[in-house]
């Protein structure tokens, strides 16, 4: 029985995972459009812009990594 709780709480932690992901990209894709058009107008884009992009492109990552090693925990318990 403790196995299939732990299975439980692994599938339901890569959930949130997923979401906080897509709520970031969310986030993200402003500044990216930003910088998108500020290469495409040949300027120099706002070093705002390239923060936000790096912050929200940093925490992508670990989310990313942190679901990765969720899932194969997950995989390891099947």
Partial sequence: MGNYLE???LKKEIKICR???EEIERKRSRSQSALVQAVL???TP???D???FNKYTGEITACRNHMIDL???LDSLK
């Fill in 46 to 48: 706002d070093e705002r």
């Fill in 19 to 21: 979401q906080t992901i």
């Fill in 7 to 9: 299975k439980r709480k």
């Fill in 50 to 52: 390239v923060e936000w």
């Fill in 71 to 73: 899932q194969k925990k």
């Fill in 41 to 43: 107008l040949q300027e």
